[in-house]
């Protein structure tokens, strides 16, 4: 009785695979195709300014699992993307090229630039201009608002973009290769977390920093200082000097000025000793491309 129960599931099984296999219709298309995707002239300079060169992907047909959800977000406009990375191109990774050359580019730039149409905003009305992930990827917001007149203006392009991408540079930079901390104790008991926004400008050079932003904590600070010290002009960097300035300090009491200056000197051999990097090397090759900015072609993509 047994055997005859097994022969008769059996032929059951059998019978239901042969029931579903006539129901199949098999396909010769692989899950994992291997045909390049189509791409337009765009598609492919990036490929050869960016990827081939430098193994970085641009990516700026905006894919929501590179997204934050957290926020509500639009798409960058191809054509406003295309002339952004040929000026981020000129500006960030040449400047870099010409000062250490492409190995450095190729062993630390983030793997991946993934550019956002619009602002990220908070719930208390700051914008987010960028974030860094994991030393690999550098999210840059607001390409939508690039108009033709910014594109030659150098100074609205660093405020929204270059200041930015320097800053999250450094923090990359800075997940390989620490920092010294005693840069942290300096102006320690000034950081105030998420109110820099209420400060201004005058009160945080007063206090020993670049910019409110650098008060949020450490490792924002020295990101702001480094990335203003590379993005602003000599006279910019000396008017923050003078207006952290105390004329009025007793002897032997330090003020903003001398606060900055310790900073800056730790950001300095940060980067002399960590990555072989002069910063005031690097801060005239930025900043001649900078005065170079109208010249560019940003009509073509050659």
Not at 101 to 109: L, Q, V
Not at 237 to 261: L, R, S, V, Y
Not at 265 to 275: A, F, K, L
Request: one cysteine or more; aromatic letters at 12%; hydrophobic letters at 40%.
């Amino acid at each position: 009785m047994k055997k005859n129960l097994y022969i008769i599931m059996l032929a059951f099984v059998t019978a239901l695979g042969l029931v579903s296999c006539s129901d199949d219709d098999p396909s010769s298309n692989t899950i994992y195709p291997t045909d390049s995707p189509a791409r337009d002239n765009f598609d492919n300079w990036l490929l050869k300014n960016y990827t081939f060169p430098y193994n970085v992907d641009v990516k700026y047909k905006m894919e929501d699992i590179e997204s934050d959800h957290k926020y509500t977000l639009v798409p960058a406009d191809s054509a406003k993307s295309a002339k952004l990375s040929i000026i981020m191109k000129f500006l960030w990774f040449d400047a870099y090229n010409e000062v250490i050359g492409p190995d450095f580019i190729k062993e630390n730039m983030p793997r991946m630039i993934h550019f956002i149409g619009s602002p990220a905003y908070n719930s208390e009305g700051t914008m987010v201009l960028g974030t860094a992930e994991g030393g690999l990827k550098v999210t840059l917001y607001m390409v939508n608002s690039l108009t033709d007149e910014m594109l030659t203006d150098y100074t609205t392009m660093n405020e929204y973009y270059f200041h930015t991408l320097h800053h999250e540079f450094t923090h990359i930079l800075n997940q390989k290769v620490p920092y010294d901390r005693s840069y942290d104790l300096i102006t320690e008991s000034s950081y105030v977390s998420g109110n820099w926004y209420n400060i201004p400008d005058h009160t945080a050079h007063q206090l020993g920093f670049v910019t409110p932003y650098a008060m949020v904590e450490p490792v924002e600070d020295f990101a702001e200082m480094l990335s203003m010290y590379l993005t602003i002009s000599e006279a910019e960097w000396n008017a923050i000097i003078a207006d952290a300035t105390n004329p009025n300090k007793a002897d032997g009491e330090q003020d903003g000025a001398d606060f900055i200056n310790a900073k800056l000197d730790i950001v300095r051999s940060y980067m002399r000793d960590s990555w072989n990097i002069d910063i005031d090397v690097l801060r005239d090759a930025v900043l001649r491309r900078a005065a170079e900015l109208k010249s560019i072609d940003l009509d073509h993509l050659n």
